[in-house]
Structure formats: C-alpha cells, structure tokens
C-alpha cells in the first residue's frame, strides 16, 4: 500500500490598501473587452473537450482495492510469540478500472488483483461493493470482474471501446484513475508512440504492442482507462518508466483492441483460450519485402497446421494479418490473443505478388499434444514412456521441452537457462505429471519466491531456479 503525504505551503496574507485621491478621480467610461486571440479561443475549445472526456468516464472509472488474508501472531507482553489469532482481512494493493458493461463488468490490469482472497471496487459516487473474479491473462496483463451489488441487480455505466489501430502518434488523449490512492484524477496527454515492447517489472512478462503516452500516469493508474477526445477507451494503463517510481513523462497502456479480445476471450471461458497458427515467424530482411515497408517472414510451416492449411509456405512474407500491418512482435500478439475458431485473412507477399489467404486457427494448447507456459516462457508436452525407455530412463514421468522463449522467465534461469530437451520431473515438491497438469501447476507459482524445476538433462539430474 502506498502513502503519499501531501503538504500545503500557504505564504502569509499580504495585506493592500488602496488609496484614491478625489482630485485623481475620472469619469466613469465603458471601454469595450479587448478581443480574444484564435489562440485563446483553440485552448479553451480543448479544454471544454478534456472536460467534455472527464465527465462522461468519470462515473465509469472505479478504485480497486485488493485484499490479502493475512496470518495474525499473538505475543505476550515481552513481545514473544505464544499463538496464532483468526486471520485477517487487509489490503494487498491498490489500482483502477473500467466498468466496461452496464452488468457491471469491470476490466482493469492482472497485477491489480494478482493473488487478492477478496476485491472492492469503490465508484466515483462513493458507492463501494464487493467484487469477484470473472478471469485473468497474465500474459497480457488482463482481468475482467463483475461487480456484485446486494439484490444481485444493478446497472451501471459503461465506456465504448475505440479502434486502437486508428490513433496516431500525436493525438491527444487522458487518463482516469485513482493514483496513490487518491479519488479519480484526470491528466491529459498525447500519443507519443505505438508497438512499444516493455516488460513491466511487476509482471516480469514482456508486451509486445505497447502505446506510450505522456499524460502522467502514476502508481494507482494501472488498470484505469487512456481515452481519445470522444471518450472511447483507447488503452488500459499498465506501466511506467521511471527512474524513481513515480511519473517521469512515459506511460505504457495495452490497446484497446488487444484489451477487447482478451476480455471478450475471458468473459467466453474463464480465461483466454489462445490461437495456434503453426509457423515459425522472424522480422523479414528489407530485401524479402521489397519495398512493402515491413513484414514478417514465414520459415517453416508445421505439418497438418492451420498455416499449411491454408496455403502459406516457408519463404512467404506476411504483411498483414485482419488487415493491420504486422511485425514479428504484433502478428505473434494478434495470434495468441484470437480465441480458436477465429477466421483470418492473411496478407501474403510470394515471389513479388501479394495474395490473401483465409485461416482458421486452432487451439494452441492441445496443438500436436503440446503446451505453452507462459508463466515461465516454455512450450512441453508429455513425456511418453516409449521416449524414456528410449533415452534408457525407467520409472521417469513428466514433460519435455520443446521450445523455450529467450524473453521468458526460463530463460533466466540459475544456474543455467532451460533448454529444448530438459525433461521436468518436478516443480518444488510436485510431481510434473502430464503437459496440461505441468501448465495449471506452473502458472499458479509466487515467482518472486523463487521455484525450483527438477529437470534431467544429459542423464543428469539437478535442479533449475526461476526467480523474479
């Protein structure tokens, strides 16, 4: 919990008295109000649209806070334990939200509410209510709650949604949240860039599609929504960049776009079930796209994938992806945010023509028996006791590394990084078990405690730590 201290510094009255002279004294004459300058006119017409934003959102914009339970010691009067009282409800953090439907449904950012026992969301009108968890993605630093009033009813105000991939650098923009804890506070900005990638040091997972911003957004922020001048939600705040930890000009909020998916996403499973084109992807070089600006190129194409089903092929350059213009960072972003199920088209450059292909992706968890673990950056699937027996291992029961992601955790590794081929038997004192045991196992771990992976590489056997 933060505390800000706030201090007043008032200089003495300064006392003035005017003294007229009678002879001094004039007629009285109307002259006319000097005219106001365009420059004038233009800053108040801005400043009637950031109250014209403030007024509209504000009764939308909710304070978060998150409660942990906490284990209370009772001591005697030297201040020694002699037993343990009922545990106690007390705040973990605090952070912003959005009511996003008129049930009461309040988007805001993952870490926000990470590890909460209970949740309250307190209104602009001061109203407060308990909340409860609808789902979260860690990897994108999302989660969605539902407000849950006494009757069970209730209607509440909610903010649009805007097309992030139609603001330009240069635009203005505010943010709404409740920083330090603080009320509702309104700073304006503009978009000073788009495609950022960050990784947030309490997430410790990196964003690939970032939208930096200068209106001020402090600790408290997080969650609260960047709006354009009608509005509509833009972005989720979710970082800074600071040197001291407070507001030093650069914020970083999800898009709208990527927000909207992953919340339509959570609402529909409980979490975010994600894509699975089946392509190996790398930035292309300047000449693979020959004056097309930039694309990412397809290197390998997985055997009975939707990619090979759709036609694309090693060599092929993608430009596009649901008609935005993609980097190696976004098209991957894009993929894992879509559910399964989700149509495509797809913008090919092949040997100087540019096509469109149509794709249906599938299901990347479950996709040829493997998982991806975005908790620690790894893809796995289950050991079978044919490849044991084979690398002359017997009674060994767990899952296999077949991908590891040189931005993730395990590759950050001690005292050495994992490695396509390690073989996980455990995590802590729990046995590894199946791929899809090993992925609700390891996305429920406290990193910052450190968790120990038993692994057998090379026949031998030790022990790997990840910790934040």
């Known amino acids: 919990m933060t505390t800000t201290l706030l201090r007043a510094l008032a200089a003495p009255a300064l006392a003035v008295t005017l003294f007229a002279s009678p002879a001094a004294a004039q007629p009285d004459t109307q002259s006319a109000p000097a005219p106001v300058s365009e420059d004038v006119l233009f800053a108040n017409r801005l400043s009637k649209a950031f109250k014209s934003v403030a007024g509209k959102v504000e009764p939308s914009v909710v304070h978060i806070t998150s409660l942990v339970r906490q284990q209370q010691i009772r001591t005697d009067f030297f201040g020694r334990p002699i037993g ?264 090919v450059l092949r040997d100087g023509k540019v096509s469109t292909l149509s794709v249906a992706l599938a299901d990347r968890d479950g996709a040829n028996g493997a998982f991806t673990v975005d908790a620690i950056g790894v893809s796995v699937r289950t050991l079978t006791e044919a490849e044991a027996r084979a690398m002359g291992y017997r009674n060994v029961a767990g899952v296999i590394v077949i991908g590891v992601d040189a931005r993730g955790r395990a590759a950050r590794a001690t005292p050495v990084a994992f490695e396509p081929g390690d073989i996980i038997v455990a995590v802590e004192d729990a046995p590894a078990g199946d791929a899809r045991d090993f992925l609700r196992l390891a996305n429920g771990l406290d990193y910052n405690k450190g968790v120990a992976f038993s692994v057998i590489r090379d026949t031998q056997r030790g022990s790997l730590l990840i910790r934040d």
């Open 84 to 347: 343990r009282a009922a545990p106690r409800l007390v705040p973990g953090g605090l952070g912003s939200g959005v009511i996003v439907a008129a049930e009461g449904l309040v988007l805001t950012n993952n870490h926000v509410v990470q590890g909460a026992d209970e949740l309250k969301v307190k209104l602009f009108d001061g109203r407060e209510y308990p909340a409860t968890m609808v789902g979260s993605d860690a990897p994108t630093d999302l989660a969605v709650l539902r407000i849950v009033t006494p009757d069970g009813s209730g209607s509440f105000p909610p903010v649009p949604f805007a097309d992030s991939e139609k603001l330009d650098v240069g635009e203005w923009v505010v943010a709404i949240g409740s920083p330090f804890g603080l009320s509702n506070t309104v700073t304006a900005g503009i978009i000073s860039a788009k495609g950022r990638s960050v990784t947030p040091r309490e997430t410790g997972q990196t964003q690939l599609d970032f939208i930096q911003t200068d209106a001020a957004i402090n600790p408290g922020n997080s969650g609260g929504p960047l709006l354009n001048l009608q509005g509509a939600i833009v972005g989720i705040n979710s970082a800074i960049a600071s040197r001291t930890g407070g507001y030093d000009g650069i914020g970083f909020a999800i898009p709208a776009n990527t927000a909207r998916t992953v919340m339509e996403n959570i609402i529909a499973n409980g979490r975010v079930v994600r894509g699975w084109l089946g392509v190996g992807l790398a930035d292309a070089r300047p000449d693979e796209v020959a004056g097309f600006g930039q694309g990412v190129a397809v290197r390998e194409v997985t055997r009975e994938s939707p990619a090979e089903q759709a036609g694309l092929k090693a060599g092929d350059v993608i430009l596009k992806f649901k008609g935005a213009p993609m980097n190696e960072a976004r098209l991957r972003q894009a993929i894992g945010i879509s559910a399964p199920g989700t149509k495509a088209d797809i913008e």
